[in-house]
């Protein structure tokens, strides 16, 4: 079986198990065996969008407009096909992860993340949901998932990166949860 880690990070020879920076999840190198799951990674975001449809295909879903070109147009990144000694699978399909050092087989310079995306969808490998497509009832879902995330993580009252991302990227989230702190 094929392991693929994505990574922005060039010339690795080896991954380290790392806690995630954004994710509360274990120390553990992080691996998928689905190619189109691994080039999300290419970049590092607060957030990653994707799911799967009934069917078990993957997609990736815009939460905001022009989400998919906005974040990884222009981002280069290193794939790497992993040899990993043992895996555990995880709760998300295609996830594996390995709580000891994995060695690096192969290492695939992406140029372009957004253009290595857009040809998963070409072969059918990915399914990319527009915002502009997307349902009235799932905008309102994401307006208050993301407003969730607001609130949870206290942004109203933090500087930072994260920040900076919800504030620029969701305003409507961010105005709600700016309002209800207005009538505590």
């Given amino acids: 079986m094929t392991y693929y880690h994505c990574s922005p990070m060039q010339g690795l020879t080896r991954l380290e198990?790392?806690?995630?920076?954004?994710?509360?999840?274990?120390?553990?190198?992080?691996?998928?065996?689905?190619?189109?799951?691994?080039?999300?990674?290419?970049?590092?975001n607060h957030e990653y969008s994707y799911g799967y449809t009934k069917d078990g295909k993957i997609y990736y879903e815009e939460y905001f407009p022009n989400a998919l070109q906005s974040l990884y147009q222009g981002k280069s990144a290193s794939l790497y096909l992993c040899d990993p000694q043992k895996t555990l699978p995880t709760k998300i399909p295609n996830e594996a992860i390995s709580h000891q050092a994995v060695a690096i087989l192969e290492e695939r310079f992406i140029s372009d993340a957004y253009d290595a995306l857009l040809e998963q969808e070409r072969l059918g490998a990915l399914i990319i949901r527009r915002y502009h497509e997307l349902p009235q009832r799932t905008l309102a879902w994401i307006r208050q998932a993301e407003a969730d995330t607001i609130r949870k993580h206290g942004l109203l009252t933090k500087e930072g990166p994260m920040t900076d991302y919800y504030r620029t990227h969701y305003p409507e989230s961010w105005s709600l949860v700016e309002a209800e702190a207005l009538i505590k």
């Fill in 17 to 44: 198990p790392r806690t995630p920076t954004i994710f509360q999840k274990p120390a553990a190198v992080y691996m998928s065996t689905l190619l189109p799951m691994a080039l999300m990674y290419a970049i590092r």
